[in-house]
């Protein structure tokens, strides 16, 4: 079977996904999608920290990790269906990549809670972190946003803007949505493919 890897660019409470395959070194795009990590889609889930932020400590942990679960829970599932789906087409599903952010390693709950900033970087987080152990088992490549381009540029030895024109092609066959949500979901999935680097597992820290 034919090798593919997905690539992931999370918000808070979803994120986008795409399928990717590359033969003789040009990518295809086997699947994309846009999958809801929370059940029921409201701020209130979405922005598990914010709403958090308004609890005591221990119902804001007990909320925090009942929210985790759920996406933990909908990322495997997802993952789960989009294998099942490629192999049926003749592709082996064995990597993935995961888009970081670029921000600092989160101190513990109550301090995430004192500070709005670190609040917004708590939620995004939450839901990457999420990807990441739903997709143990697969061999994972993580690469900071800032980072992207360059690492994939250097990983397939091409130009970056020549990478960039190659990814921005890969959407206009499919039409909307081809934002930069599934663009950059694009490379760090090609990015996986080219990579030799060891697997990450679930218990690997999100530092970004």
């Not at 590359?22 to 922005?47: C, D, I, K, N």
């Not at 381009?149 to 039409?175: F, K, V």
Request: hydrophobic residues 45%; glycine residues 6%; positive net charge.
């Amino acid at each position: 079977m034919k090798s593919a890897a997905l690539g992931f660019r999370a918000h808070s409470g979803w994120t986008a996904v795409v399928a990717l395959s590359v033969m003789q070194g040009a990518p295809s795009v086997l699947a994309r999608q846009r999958l809801h990590l929370v059940e029921t889609f409201a701020y209130e889930f979405r922005q598990p920290y914010h709403t958090a932020e308004k609890m005591p400590l221990e119902q804001a942990h007990a909320f925090i990790s009942r929210i985790e679960a759920e996406a933990r829970r909908l990322a495997r599932r997802a993952i789960t269906e989009l294998k099942e789906g490629l192999r049926t087409q003749g592709y082996e599903l064995n990597r993935c990549g995961l888009v970081l952010a670029s921000g600092r390693t989160l101190p513990p709950l109550p301090q995430i809670l004192a500070s709005h900033a670190l609040i917004h970087t708590a939620d995004g987080e939450l839901f990457r972190r999420a990807i990441l152990y739903a997709s143990s088992g697969l061999a994972s490549t993580t690469a900071k946003e800032r980072d992207l381009l360059t690492e994939t540029s250097r990983a397939l030895r091409l130009e970056p803007n020549d990478l960039t024109r190659r990814i921005a092609a890969l959407g206009r066959p499919l039409g909307p949505p081809w934002s930069q949500d599934e663009k950059f979901a694009s490379l760090v999935a090609w990015l996986a493919l080219a990579s030799r680097r060891a697997p990450v597992t679930h218990a690997a820290k999100l530092k970004g």
